[in-house]
């Protein structure tokens, strides 16, 4: 049975007396604002903790390792493979990016909900009729099965609107020509495809809201900003959410609201009105963040807005960071009391992201001719087979977890500290790369980890852009022939730069130490035993080969930490050898 709360609502038949409203009844029983806050369906506050699935209905270009909106993705796809294969392909695709493992996966991290952003092409047939069962039905209504039974609130997401609600081709899959802006079929397009999806889902609990449109960016008064971020009137956005809520009214008087301003969800200028329209008074503003410092002069400007507007903020999209910035990030939304969600779900190369495609030497080979038409053109053969191949990289059975990202959002914030990465054990082998989870400067430290320079500069905190998204370099090891190496190796070290590992139980007795590196004669390590310095040691030169060097004797008194400080650096490492 739903609770019924008695809360002020706004009066949108009297505008004139919106503030002098009589009492009505509102249902609960799902997740809903009230105030500045969000709260779920038994009233407790709620910070949403979520993962945007980017990749799945739509493919950003840079997801893949190429570029360009999906619709030229797909036809320079066509031209090598061939229709039939492509065809295939992109079933496949949407059959196997999200499964319900995906989704047990992202809760048993620790979130508590999923932004799924939605196509309009996977709901219109080629005529832009709307389809009753369409295949973005198909897929939602699965979603939300896997998503109830986790208890996991889905957040329905606009993210490709008829015609492109934007500038940006590559994330609004915009044609030539095609304008959300400039074409009322498009608008109406939009306006039912939100009816409809109100309609289907109005009475489900474990659907979050609506999030309208995913970062409108347009300049609707020759403002010159092409995303619309001088833009002082936005009319047409303002007019176009009115008409959407309208529509969500009708069939919804349950769901929360999301709006997303101008400028990629930066600008609300001229909307203001919007604050007191929606007749249920349940409503959220969404705006997304990347590269910038996270403190709290960085989003004063939102957090005015919430104050005016009074209704709760939602980060929708952040990501593409390192660790330690995640965890900053979550500390200081907490903070303000403003949920968030990462972006996206799947990417391949790339570490930073929660899962990690592996790479696909036939995949590279396809992507390397489509930056660059000199290179070799991949047979229709080989074609075909990167996206036979690309399909099984996609699985999450054969994708890289990346548990450090996911404990940087969930775990570290909450205070949970350090957190073995390994199982460190002596007498053993003891990698550099596998220095303990945990934040910036209490159990490792790098000059550089994280980017605040406010563009996009994939993984510079990781020069390497191997294994971990910490600020610790790593490479993958060539030419290094030691059968004990895992691989990877730690770099470009400066002076002071530390990492600490610990052990599964306390050491005890002394032990040979040796450790595998590349130095210039010029690199000084401590070895510190539960933050007590025990041994200083100055690498002897190898030239550009790899060797093992002694260190001497190392002695453990009861002791369950190793941290390696680089007094001065100048050299690489690649493992520490207890005997």
Not at 121 to 147: A, P, V
Not at 260 to 277: K, V
Not at 434 to 446: F, I, L, P, S
Request: charge should be negative; hydrophobic fraction near 35%.
């Amino acid at each position: 049975m739903l609770l019924v709360l008695t809360l002020l609502v706004s009066c949108k038949d009297r505008p004139a007396d919106r503030n002098e409203c009589p009492q009505q009844e509102k249902t609960t029983g799902y997740l809903h604002a009230s105030g500045t806050l969000l709260y779920d369906g038994e009233g407790n506050e709620l910070l949403l903790k979520g993962l945007g699935l980017g990749g799945w209905m739509l493919q950003e270009g840079y997801m893949l390792g190429t570029s360009g909106p999906q619709h030229k993705i797909r036809q320079f796809l066509e031209d090598l493979a061939g229709k039939s294969a492509v065809d295939k392909f992109y079933e496949d695709w949407l059959t196997w990016f999200v499964t319900e493992e995906d989704v047990d996966q992202i809760a048993a991290w620790g979130y508590n909900s999923v932004r799924l952003p939605l196509h309009y092409n996977l709901f219109f047939d080629e005529h832009n009729q709307w389809l009753e069962n369409s295949k973005g039905i198909e897929l939602t209504d699965n979603l939300l099965t896997w998503c109830k039974k986790n208890n996991l609130y889905l957040i329905l997401d606009l993210h490709v609107a008829p015609g492109g609600q934007g500038n940006l081709a590559d994330i609004v899959d915009k044609r030539d020509g095609e304008s959300l802006w400039r074409d009322e079929k498009y608008q109406e397009m939009t306006v039912l495809m939100w009816k409809k999806l109100a309609e289907r889902y109005a009475n489900e609990k474990w659907i979050g809201g609506y999030d309208l449109l995913n970062e409108p960016n347009y300049d609707f008064e020759d403002s010159g900003s092409e995303r619309g971020c001088n833009c002082l009137q936005n009319e047409p956005l303002t007019s176009l959410y009115k008409r959407m809520i309208d529509a969500i009214r009708e069939v919804d008087k349950n769901h929360l609201i999301i709006l997303e301003g101008n400028c990629m969800g930066g600008n609300y200028n001229g909307m203001e009105e919007l604050a007191t329209y929606d007749p249920q008074n349940n409503l959220a503003l969404s705006f997304h963040g990347y590269w910038e410092a996270n403190t709290s002069e960085k989003i004063s400007n939102k957090l005015d807005l919430r104050n005016s507007w009074n209704v709760p903020l939602w980060r929708g999209e952040i990501g593409e960071n390192s660790n330690t910035w995640f965890t900053d990030m979550v500390i200081l939304m907490d903070q303000h009391r403003i949920g968030w969600a990462n972006w996206p779900w799947k990417k391949i190369n790339t570490l930073d992201g929660p899962v990690l495609i592996e790479p696909i030497p036939e995949w590279d080979k396809v992507i390397a001719y489509k930056a660059n038409s000199n290179k070799p053109r991949p047979t229709t053969e080989e074609a075909q087979t990167a996206l036979v191949k690309m399909i099984e990289g996609i699985k999450l059975k054969n994708c890289r977890l990346m548990h450090d990202v996911s404990y940087a959002y969930i775990n570290a914030p909450q205070g949970e500290g350090s957190k073995p990465y390994a199982e460190h054990v002596l007498p053993s082998i003891i990698h550099f790369t596998d220095y303990d989870y945990g934040k910036y400067n209490e159990t490792w430290y790098d000059a550089d980890y994280q980017n605040i320079s406010g563009v996009s500069s994939n993984t510079a905190w990781n020069k390497g852009e191997v294994y971990r998204n910490d600020g610790v370099d790593i490479w993958k090891t060539k030419n290094d022939s030691s059968p004990l190496s895992n691989g990877y190796y730690v770099g470009d070290i400066q002076d002071g730069e530390w990492m600490q590992y610990t052990l599964r139980e306390p050491a005890e007795g002394t032990f040979g130490l040796s450790i595998r590196a590349r130095s210039r004669g010029k690199s000084t390590l401590s070895f510190w035993l539960d933050d007590e310095k025990v041994k200083v040691v100055q690498l002897t030169a190898t030239g550009n080969n790899w060797k093992t060097l002694p260190l001497g004797e190392i002695t453990f008194r009861n002791n369950r930490k190793i941290k390696v400080l680089f007094e001065t650096g100048d050299c690489e490492v690649a493992f520490m050898k207890f005997d």
